[in-house]
């Protein structure tokens, strides 16, 4: 079973920054397509970015130029810069180890507990 374990979140002024790390295990993460997701109470997971074993990155339009998605394979965790955070961009952060065809990304079952972003004056 792949476990991935997400860290890095906590509360930021609009304007802020914060670098979100997913931990994954039990998968060959050399190979693994990673995406990042988040989601609001009330609302779907949406995905937001995703990067494959190759190191294509692939963007949504409302954080493309401001999030910027990369990986460390001797680390086997990913990585989500988030920069110019907005109020809109809080939310739960999770990552997931599935499989990206195109810019068509396809979660697997396995999720982390997610980690906390919140962006307020």
């Known amino acids: 079973q792949v476990q991935l374990v997400e860290s890095g979140g906590g509360s930021v002024q609009p304007g802020g920054s914060l670098r979100l790390s997913c931990l994954v295990s039990g998968a060959d993460f050399n190979v693994a397509d990673i995406g990042w997701y988040r989601q609001t109470p009330g609302e779907q997971r949406e995905l937001i970015a995703s990067?494959?074993?190759?190191?294509?990155?692939d963007y949504k339009h409302f954080v493309k130029d401001r999030f910027t998605i990369s990986r460390d394979n001797a680390k086997n965790t990913a990585y989500l810069q988030m920069n110019s955070l907005k109020p809109e961009d809080a939310a739960v952060y999770y990552c997931?180890?599935?499989?990206?065809?195109?810019?068509?990304?396809?979660?697997?079952?396995?999720w982390g507990q997610g980690t906390q972003v919140s962006v307020s004056t």
């Open positions: 990067i494959t074993g190759g190191g294509s990155a």
């Open positions: 997931n180890a599935g499989t990206r065809i195109g810019v068509y990304f396809y979660p697997s079952n396995d």
